[in-house]
Nanobody, 116 residues
Framework: QVQLVESGGGLVQAGGSLRLSCAAS????????MGWFRQAPGKEREFVAA????????NYLSSVKGRFTISRDNAKNTVYLQMDSLKPEDTAVYYC?????????WGQGTQVTVSS
């Protein structure tokens, strides 16, 4: 099993940037496909970005493509989400996700608020 702890959320003005981090502990981090999801008030949780085991393949929600960048450091057991050109509609709780053999693990979430 893996434990995930997110950090880096906060309040930022539109057009600003934030970098989220997700530190993992437990089983071998490099065995997990890692991702970020978000949930805005009154909405369902949605996929934001994912990265494969080596970090060579990434995938993004269309509305964040070109603004967000997911990356991972397997030596540090950490996955990152660099968020640039933030918009008010990016406001949500952001969750780190680890996936292995059909099992999903989640962090507790970190709040991102973008003011207009």
């Amino acid at each position: 099993q893996v434990q995930l702890v997110e950090s880096g959320g906060g309040l930022v003005q539109a057009g600003g940037s934030l970098r989220l981090s997700c530190a993992a502990s437990g089983r071998t981090f490099s065995s997990y496909v890692m991702g970020w999801f978000r949930q805005a008030p009154g909405k369902e949780r949605e996929f934001v970005a994912a990265i494969n085991l080596s970090g060579s393949i990434t995938n993004y929600l269309s509305s964040v493509k070109g603004r967000f960048t997911i990356s991972r450091d397997n030596a540090k057991n950490t996955v990152y989400l660099q968020m640039d050109s933030l918009k008010p509609e990016d406001t949500a709780v952001y969750y780190c996700n680890a996936r292995l053999q059909g099992m999903n693990y989640w962090g507790q979430g970190t709040q991102v608020t973008v003011s207009s």
